[in-house]
């Protein structure tokens, strides 16, 4: 490690850090990347892809279970678990490859340790038992977030569960509790109910999915209850007692009583708390509240020269929250002109599990909340040629537009294949298109995509295949 | 199910209008083609009729209410067996959306043709000029929003991509805090050049009155604020200039006493005004370079002459339209000129009445206004200001005579039109005015 001095040095590798230290390397910063444990962070090692990977292995079983409805025989679906995790982690290998060649070919310093402030544009790193001083004029903190724990809700690693347990099962839980219904939830929830596991959700809200459109979570709950998930809402787990191959939940319902829930195993998908220890915030003066850093729009911690991006500095904890962050607050430090603060209702938001679930914007709630009159269009899946060939006519595409401006407010999309559509949206958002363009744009038939074109219509009575 | 009575829409591109006036009551019987209600909009009041009949059950939209969106349920008809309780649940509210739905699918105009005027006239502004001629840049929102607001996007500076206007920055115009995209240019030019105002000059937030100065407060109508907004953008982004001629009128008043003798029997009454109306169609005729509108990058030279002609009305002006002037006789439009001031004064002028106009004319003679410049009545490229004859002193040949003359003043929109089409203009029109035979041809 020759070289000890730096524009920028970006602490952690994940998805906001790396996006951000190449973006900073292509504006001519000299720039500096510490991570302590995997380049790609949790969502390429442990998260987003990997279950992705996984995902995938249960929607083809679940295609292969339903083979007679597209006139297959098939004889006999079975898997070998060990080869279903190892191709999960393959891929996860395969990209954390991937994006030390990327690191190296834009000339960032990648540097294996753990880092902490030390002063105004110091820091130190700690590796193999050394510690070396590095200097730099910024510094972004991008050490991402970790799953929440309770108190008396702790993963043993073995019997309970986090995301990151969940991903390497050795064996298949006959029964399963997945605690929190958010999209890491409902995603293992689906995995583990696809590949034959019973599985009981448990929702401290009133609903599925709260961060979603009403109607998306009543329609994903039927759904997870049509697969023969049980739901329960409202309620929470007080205690938990674990046995050696079992635990039994302590749950306390919506009605105050307490029943007991005994599976093979549980997983903790309650929430998320940013990586803030050992970092030395505290003596540097960057300001913490809940678990997260105090950042402004642009990443500015207050601290001069220190910086917070992705999910250390709060919700929604996106992967590509964090590299849209990354980019703003390098483009920020190296003084590019004419830049805009990140606007969170341009941040799309997927969810994998079967149905899929994707959205953007405002919902229908939170638009009239905020003062607008609204119109909503709605299109049912059954309504999509695509979608019915493709055996998935289950699901919905729904618009909320600004009655009088014609402004898209929001998007909510569930079913098949949307996580691969709400990018339209997105785009369709940040452009400021009102309905009138969306109107006028021609979707390819026979598509999906069919039923944004038709969701926007409804929201003014003009839906024609409905 | 009773009937819900919905905001009409008066005009194509009409989105919201004050419900000025109840004539019925919570409990009337009406029956189809009653007048119920009158609805006001910037330029008129219009009356609405009931194309249902039965009982006023309820009434929705309270008399004075404003900006009341097109389409929205304003009272609610009772058919014949109803009682007030079928009233509960039956919308009224425009936030709740089925309420919503279910009155839209049976508005009289319905929504998908309402929505695609909006598209077109969305489209229709939406090629506005920069100040150097060029593209103005804009994202279809902002479009919308600048277009609903009255804000002229080629003034605003744009904070998106490569300098497109977004939503932030008609928000910011909105509350007048947009830079004017003009200012830059002003001073890199290092000139004194006085920046235009922002375009939403009508909208920025009023002046506090003075401390110790009693006043009244005024309210301002619909058409106020049209006539406001209208005239500060013209003042600000249409550069004027003046052109102003004095006329002779002994002939004209010896041809109009001998023309109204004789049609006496016939109820007409040919004014001096019937009169500038028809030498202006004619001159515009005669100089078509003078019929013209500014569009960007060309110009409509109008082959018809449409003259608006500004009428005082209370609260305000309007500008009813005598249309293809130039074919039409003194006493065809005396007559037509009549009708439409009445109707103005009475507040019933039609958008078709209005709208459109390819030149007009403002006459201020009938309160001793010697002469004046008008402002400019946009889109169109001039208007003629038209002041009191009177008997003054005028040197004739090589002494003075006393003769009865008028001024008049055009004020022409110079990136249209030019000094020299002004004034061959004026010159045909003094020639119509001042020999009125030639009028008659």
């Known amino acids: 490690m020759s070289e000890t001095k730096f524009d920028l040095i970006v602490i952690g590798a994940g998805p906001g850090g790396y996006v951000a230290a190449i973006r900073a390397a292509q504006l001519g910063l000299k720039t500096a990347i510490i991570e302590r444990e995997h380049l790609g962070g949790i969502c390429l090692n442990w998260g987003c892809i990997p279950t992705k990977a996984l995902l995938r292995t249960s929607e083809i079983k679940h295609y292969l279970d339903n083979a007679a409805d597209f006139g297959l025989s098939v004889k006999e679906v079975g898997f070998d678990l060990k080869k279903v995790v190892a191709r999960s982690r393959k891929v996860a290998g395969q990209l954390n490859t991937g994006v030390k060649g990327l690191l190296k070919k834009n000339k960032v310093t990648t540097i294996m340790g753990e880092a902490k402030l030390k002063g105004k544009g110091k820091i130190t790193v700690k590796a193999d038992g050394k510690t070396t001083e590095l200097q730099a004029k910024d510094i972004i903190l991008a050490t991402g977030a970790r799953a929440r724990e309770l108190p008396h809700l702790k993963a043993d690693g073995k019997l309970v569960w986090t995301y990151k347990h969940a991903m390497t099962p050795e064996v298949m839980p006959k029964s399963l509790l997945v605690v929190g219904s958010g999209a890491i939830g409902v995603e293992f929830a689906s995995f583990y109910r696809d590949m034959g596991a019973e599985v009981t959700i448990i929702e401290m809200m009133d609903r599925v999915l709260p961060v979603e459109d009403e109607d998306v979570s009543a329609f994903a709950k039927k759904q997870f209850e049509k697969q023969g998930m049980k739901i329960v809402l409202g309620a ?106 990140m606007k969170k209702d341009l941040i799309p938001g997927c969810t994998y599990a079967r149905p899929q679930v994707a959205s953007v914007g405002l919902t229908e709630k939170q638009a009239k909340e905020a003062g607008h009159k609204v119109k909503v269009g709605k299109f049912p899946f059954i309504g999509n040629g695509k979608a019915i060939a493709l055996g998935e006519p289950e699901g919905f595409i729904k618009t909320v537009f600004d009655e009088k401006t014609g402004e898209l407010l929001g998007a909510h999309m569930i079913g098949a294949e949307v996580t691969e559509l709400i990018q339209g949206y997105a785009v369709a958002k940040s452009l ?29 009575d003009r839906a024609i295949h409905y | 199910m009773p009937i819900k009575i919905l905001m009409p829409a008066l005009s194509p591109t009409m989105e919201t209008g004050t419900l000025a006036k109840w004539l019925v009551k919570e409990g009337d019987e009406v029956s189809s083609g009653d007048i119920i209600a009158e609805i006001e909009t910037d330029k008129a009041t219009m009356e609405v009729e009931s194309v249902d009949e039965g009982r006023v059950g309820k009434i929705v939209v309270a008399e004075g209410t404003e900006d009341v969106p097109v389409n929205d349920v304003i009272a609610l008809l009772l058919e014949d067996g109803e009682d007030e309780s079928a009233l509960e649940g039956a919308g009224g509210d425009a936030s709740d959306g089925s309420a919503q739905k279910a009155s839209e699918s049976e508005a009289p105009v319905k929504q998908p043709e309402a929505s695609d005027s909006k598209a077109t006239d969305a489209k229709a502004p939406a090629a506005p000029v920069s100040d150097d001629g060029g593209r103005v ?49 002003a001073a890199s030019q290092d000139k004194a050049v006085p920046s235009a105002p922002a375009p939403a000059g009508v909208d920025v937030p009023g002046f506090e009155p003075p401390a110790d100065v009693p006043y009244d407060e005024v309210k301002l109508s619909g058409m106020r604020k049209i006539i406001a907004k209208r005239m500060t953008q013209s003042k600000s982004h249409v550069p004027h200039f003046y052109l102003t001629i004095d006329v002779e009128l002994e002939k004209l008043m010896a041809q109009r006493k001998a023309l109204n003798t004789r049609l006496e029997g016939e109820g007409v009454k040919i004014s001096v005004n019937d009169f500038i109306i ?76 209005y709208q459109g106009g390819t030149f007009s004319i403002s006459n201020l003679g009938m309160f001793g206004i010697r002469e004046f410049g008008a402002v400019i009545n946009p889109p169109q490229g001039a208007i003629l200001a038209v002041g009191a004859g009177e008997k003054r002193a005028v040197v004739d040949g090589d002494a003075v005579a006393i003769k009865l003359v008028m001024t008049v003043t055009l004020a022409v929109d110079h990136r249209v039109l030019d000094g020299a089409f002004g004034a061959e203009f004026l010159k045909a029109f003094k020639g119509y005015i001042e020999d009125p035979m030639t009028m008659l041809l």
């Open chain 2, 137 to 185: 840049f804009a994202s279809p929102l902002a479009r919308r929003m600048a277009q609903q607001l009255g804000l002229d996007l080629a003034a605003i500076k744009g904070s998106g991509p490569k300098g497109r206007i977004v939503k932030a920055d008609i928000e910011a115009a909105k509350d007048g805090k947009a830079a004017p995209a003009t200012a830059d240019k």
């Open chain 1, 432 to 460: 400021e298109t009102t309905e009138a363009e969306l109107m006028h744009t021609i979707f390819p038939h026979p598509t999906l995509s069919e039923m944004m074109h038709e969701s926007v219509l409804d929201a003014y």
């Open chain 2, 278 to 353: 028809r030498a202006s169609a004619l001159a515009l005729k005669k100089v078509p370079q003078a019929n013209a509108m500014f569009a960007g990058d060309k110009a409509y030279l109008f082959k018809r002459q449409d003259i608006s002609v500004a009428v005082a009305v209370d609260g305000g002006l309007v500008t009813p339209v005598v249309r293809d002037a130039g074919s039409k006789g003194l006493a065809q439009i005396s007559g037509e000129m009549k009708e439409l001031a009445t109707k103005a004064r009475d507040g019933k002028l039609m958008p078709e009445d």
């Open chain 1, 236 to 341: 929470s787990v007080e205690k938990i007692d674990t046995k050696s191959e079992c635990v039994t939940a302590h749950i306390k319902g919506k009605d105050g009583k307490t029943t007991q829930l005994t599976v093979d195993r549980m997983i903790l998908a309650i929430g998320i708390t940013g990586n803030v220890e050992n970092l030395g915030l505290e003596e540097a003066g960057v300001k913490v509240d809940r678990g997260h850093v105090v950042a402004d729009e642009w990443g500015r911690t207050g601290v001069d020269g220190i910086w917070a991006i992705g999910d250390i500095s709060g919700p929604p904890w996106l992967a590509h929250k964090a590299s849209h962050e990354g980019v703003i607050a390098v483009e920020k430090i190296a003084g590019v002109k004419g830049l805009h603060p």
